[in-house]
């Protein structure tokens, strides 16, 4: 098996890594969410394990298995991804933010199913906490990797989000270059500037990512 010839890159590092979309109530039966099928985040999972990374992978629903190897944790909402990822990122030496977090919630999500009556319909919403930010905030922070997923501009937000949330990296792709697609096309944006990969299968991708990332750990 492959796993054989994958260098142990990551050889007994701890890694911490969300992935796929969350989920946020309006109702028992209705959710807000975002579109995220998951395959990158548990693509980087994978990758990390063979490369000899002790792995957690907090992740929001998604038809996935977990990879083998790798240390599932299941949520559903942001603030649930949030708690699970604040009580493992002290122990962690690498995390790596892949989910596509709900920026808002419903204030109140109601406890019975809301019955359609008039025309239209406001659902009053409030700001879910950064899980990135936060964690890359903490003096105790990981190496910690960010992903941007836009629609356009993608090199100005990207290297927004970098400064931003303090990263020493962040992996941007265009949606129409990855969203629900077996292979994707990113962009590696760290202090010494702008590293494109080549358009490939998401493990490929998740590889280049990882050999990336472990030279500048090294480097730090
Ligand atoms: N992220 C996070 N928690 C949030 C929102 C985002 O951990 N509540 C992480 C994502 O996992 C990703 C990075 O932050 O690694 C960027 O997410 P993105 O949605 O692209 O950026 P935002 O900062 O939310 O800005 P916006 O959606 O306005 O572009
Ligand atoms: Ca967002």
């Known amino acids: 098996v492959r796993a054989h010839f994958t260098p142990k890159r990551l050889l007994g590092q701890r890694v911490l ?17 975002n579109l995220s099928s998951g395959r990158m985040g548990y693509a980087l999972a994978l990758e990390a ?53 709900a920026d808002y919630r419903p204030v109140a999500p109601s406890a019975q199913k809301i019955k359609k009556s008039a025309d239209t319909l406001s659902i009053d919403m409030v700001r879910n906490p950064d899980i990135l930010a936060a964690v890359a905030s903490r003096p105790d922070a990981p190496f910690c990797v960010g992903f941007a997923a836009e629609s356009h501009d993608l090199d100005a937000y990207a290297q927004g989000k970098r400064v931003a949330k303090k990263l020493p990296l962040v992996v941007g792709n265009l949606v129409s270059d990855g969203l629900g697609s077996d292979d994707n096309q990113v962009v590696l944006y760290d202090d010494h500037g702008r590293h494109p990969l080549p358009r490939a299968a998401k493990t490929e991708v998740a590889r280049a990512i990882l050999e990336h990332v472990s030279r500048l750990m090294k480097e730090a």
């Open 17 to 33: 890594i969300t992935a796929g979309p969350t989920s946020e109530a309006i109702d028992p039966v209705r959710v807000v969410t």
């Open 49 to 101: 394990a063979r490369a000899g990374a002790c792995v957690t992978l907090v992740s929001g629903p998604t038809a996935l298995p977990c990879p083998y190897g790798v240390e599932r944790v299941d949520v559903r909402s942001a603030a649930e991804m949030h708690a699970q990822v604040m009580t493992r990122c002290a122990g962690s030496d690498l995390f790596i933010a892949v989910a596509a977090v």
